[in-house]
T-cell receptor, first 116, second 113 residues
Framework: GAVVSQHPSRVICKSGTSVKIECRSLDFQATTMFWYRQFPKQSLMLMATSNEGSKATYEQGVEKDKFLINHASLTLSTLTVTSAHPEDSSFYIC????????????FGSGTRLTVV | GNSVTQMEGPVTLSEEAFLTINCTYTATGYPSLFWYVQYPGEGLQLLLKATKADDKGSNKGFEATYRKETTSFHLEKGSVQVSDSAVYFCALSEGGSQGNLIFGKGTKLSVKP
């Protein structure tokens, strides 16, 4: 149980276009979703925290107008990379806190974004 | 601020070798500590956790003990298998309903037959 489905797993887009990444909680309600970015040989860096029905909280240095997060329902959160540039190429992972298991966090399988 | 430092990889071992991946942390309070594993092409999975000092987390033959005096949470396994090849992340959470995870950089483990 407590599965987060993340799509797409890989995407290649042209510079200047926008890409949407979706994370769905399949068998639980994700009131809070975390979005991370992972650079090669680096740790997962928290980008933002989204709560269902309210605005996302962004970490320092993350451009909120570039990385749009929507958490309109208890089962779906989306991250849209707007006007993508090659430096946005990275691995993006979502995570949800699973309330019923106390301290559980479940992760999506990640999205490899390549901007050309 | 809070941070996690874990040993640099990659680590390459032969099957049945002993594994240690070091992890130390810096935190202002009393965090919970975690080890996550990321198999190729998959998302992160919780491997084990410990929520207070001297707790030992264990799963699938892996163990880690929460050492407050040395601020460490080293991951160990007595006999690794090829299927253990993955990236391992140490993480902490300051806890409570508002806590989020802070990760180390990850350590890639490759186990050769």
């Amino acid at each position: 149980g407590a599965v987060v489905s993340q799509h797409p797993s890989r995407v290649i887009c042209k510079s200047g276009t926008s890409v949407k990444i979706e994370c769905r909680s399949l068998d639980f309600q994700a009131t809070t979703m975390f979005w991370y970015r992972q650079f090669p040989k680096q740790s997962l860096m928290l980008m933002a925290t989204s709560n269902e029905g309210s605005k996302a909280t962004y970490e320092q240095g993350v451009e909120k107008d570039k990385f749009l997060i929507n958490h309109a329902s208890l089962t779906l959160s989306t991250l849209t990379v707007t006007s993508a540039h090659p430096e946005d190429s990275s691995f993006y992972i979502c995570s949800a806190r699973v309330q019923r298991s106390g301290y559980g966090y479940t992760f999506g399988s990640g999205t490899r974004l390549t901007v050309v | 601020g809070n941070s996690v430092t874990q040993m640099e990889g990659p680590v390459t071992l032969s099957e049945e070798a002993f594994l240690t991946i070091n992890c130390t942390y810096t935190a202002t309070g009393y965090p919970s500590l975690f080890w996550y594993v990321q198999y190729p092409g998959e998302g992160l999975q919780l491997l084990l956790k410990a929520t207070k000092a001297d707790d030992k987390g264990s799963n699938k033959g892996f163990e880690a003990t929460y050492r407050k005096e040395t601020t460490s949470f080293h991951l160990e396994k007595g006999s690794v298998q090829v299927s253990d090849s993955a990236v391992y992340f140490c993480a902490l959470s300051e806890g409570g309903s508002q806590g989020n995870l802070i990760f180390g950089k990850g350590t890639k483990l490759s186990v050769k037959p």
